[in-house]
């Protein structure tokens, strides 16, 4: 979408009649301005009398006009989603402002983005305050320290416990299960589900469960577009029928980390995402996913 946002030329003030107050110890002497013929004139004696550091409001506002620029604008290459677009410009509003500003460049379904294609970006905003925090320098004592202290008091004092550098999540932020783990069918060529089955519309963000290394990101045949995490236990995660990917092969994520977008692509009856656990990073390896989350500390 052309950006509809256009430089427009400062606006010049009129100057009127008025007076300049100008200071010189205790007294004050008060100088007409001219009309608009004769400011050429009079600047030079104003800003003689002028108390040093006033700025004249005409530059201000010309400076403030200059900073108006149109709306900006973002062009999609390969593997973008807006979820993901949003996220990383900050945008207010997230994916839907994104989607709702440029329906008619997206079409009806918010998945299907194609490179080239260019997005209005009138919803973002500057991330200032993100930048200065991470520049803060911590003042927070190691544990260690403060034991030996309290050691030395001769009182005995508890560590606390760190916070654990591979924290789990749901792959999916609503959970509504569909197909359990082992449900029985024929429709399964091994005879049972390999994995659950999350009911979510298409577009919806897909996370890794854990910090983990890709080892497969792509299209995998009836499971469509899918991404394989193995993690620091042995295990691996794996996320299927997705509509578009975020990660490659070789990566390395972090726990809830988004990783793609949920679909229906593959065989597929509609828009969800299966999600497997397996002990190796193919097919017929799986264990049950919702008990290893839950051995992890996510409840579902």
Not at 70 to 79: C, F, H, N, Q, R
Not at 82 to 109: F, P
Not at 268 to 283: A, K, M, N, V
Not at 292 to 300: A, E, F, P, Q, T
Request: cysteine-free; charged content about 20%; hydrophobic content about 35%.
């Amino acid at each position: 979408m052309p950006a509809k946002g256009k430089h427009r030329r400062p606006k010049s003030y009129r100057v009127t009649r008025g007076f300049a107050v100008a200071g010189t110890g205790s007294a004050a002497l008060a100088l007409p301005l001219l009309g608009a013929t004769g400011a050429n004139a009079a600047a030079p004696a104003v800003q003689q009398l002028a108390p040093q550091g006033v700025k004249s409001a005409a530059p201000q506002a010309a400076e403030k006009a200059e900073k108006k620029a149109g709306a900006k604008t973002y062009s999609v290459v390969s593997g973008d989603s807006l979820s993901a677009i949003a996220e990383q410009l900050d945008l207010d509003g997230g994916w839907k402002r994104l989607y709702q500003d440029n329906r008619k460049v997206v079409g009806a379904d918010p998945a299907h983005i194609l490179p080239g294609m260019k997005l209005s970006l009138d919803g973002a905003k500057a991330k200032p305050a993100k930048a200065e925090k991470k520049a803060e320098p911590t003042e927070a004592k190691p544990a260690k320290a403060e034991a030996d202290t309290a050691d030395t008091a001769g009182g005995a004092v508890e560590a606390e416990p760190a916070a654990a550098a591979d924290a789990f999540n749901a792959p999916v932020d609503d959970i509504s299960i569909s197909t359990a783990y082992r449900t029985a069918g024929g429709m399964w060529s091994s005879g049972y589900h390999t994995g659950t089955d999350f009911v979510v519309p298409s577009g919806t963000p897909v996370k890794a469960v854990g910090q983990g290394t890709v080892v497969s990101a792509g299209w995998s045949g009836s499971y469509g577009n899918e991404v394989v995490i193995q993690h620091a236990d042995g295990h691996y995660s794996q996320y299927a029928h997705m509509t578009s990917l975020n990660v490659a092969s070789g990566q390395t994520v972090s726990g809830g980390q988004q990783i793609g977008l949920s679909g229906s692509t593959g065989n597929s009856t509609g828009p969800h995402l299966h999600f497997e656990i397996r002990t190796g990073p193919s097919y017929g390896s799986d264990v049950d996913p919702v008990a290893y989350l839950r051995s992890h500390g996510v409840s579902l």
